[in-house]
Structures are given as structure tokens and as C-alpha cells.
């Protein structure tokens, strides 16, 4: 193989290689498979504190710690289908957070939802 043809074909080798990364970057991550010891929509899993750390999804850029140890989320039970949520320092409550069974997970919404935030789903 020539010189020339030799470069065109690692050219195109590296640009599949270059645009499936770009794909595979932009692929959401798969979600978790739901734990079968735990009903969809119980609040009891997440009843206590945690520690939580929030990806920045960027190379070279560590996660933030948004809760530790020293300083964590608080949830509370409020009844069988919402929560009380508690950040770090935080001494008031928020609405409470209703709890619904979908995808085979929790789906946290916000009392507040109607004003435009969106929930979560959560597996455990």
C-alpha cells in the first residue's frame, strides 16, 4: 500500500473512531435495574442521611461533593407515599415530595412541580 492511500485510510479510521465517541459521549447512561426486595414508590429506602456527590460529566473536572458526611441530606418520612427532603444546614423543611411507582423505580415530584420543576426517577 502507497504512501498516500496508507494516510487516507488511518484518516478515515480516525474519524470512526473520533464521531463514535462523540456518539457514545452523547448515549444516556442506562438506568439501574430495580432492586425486587423493594417495592416501587416506598419512601422507607431513602428515610435517613446521606452523603452526596454530583458529577460534572467532564474529563478532567472532579466531582462536586454537594453533601458529606459532616454535612448531609436529611429525608424524612412524612407518610406512605411522600418525603421530606433536608439539604446540607438546612433547618426548615421544603414541601414535602410525593413518591409514585414508574418505570419499575421512584419517581420523586415535587409538591412545587406545577411551577415547572420536573422529577426524578430513582431505582433501588
Known sequence: MDLSRKSA????VMLIAASSGTASALTPLP???AFAGIKPGDPTPFIGHWMMTLPTMEMGTPD???ATCDRPVRI???NEDHIFYFGPDQAGVDPAIQLTPR??????EPIASALGRRGHVLSL
Request: no cysteine; aromatic share 22%; hydrophobic share 35%.
Open 64 to 66: 462536586a461533593d454537594y
Open 9 to 12: 485510510v488511518w484518516a478515515i
Open 76 to 78: 424524612e418520612g412524612a
Open 103 to 108: 418505570e419499575n423505580g421512584t419517581y420523586w
Open 31 to 33: 438506568q439501574p435495574e
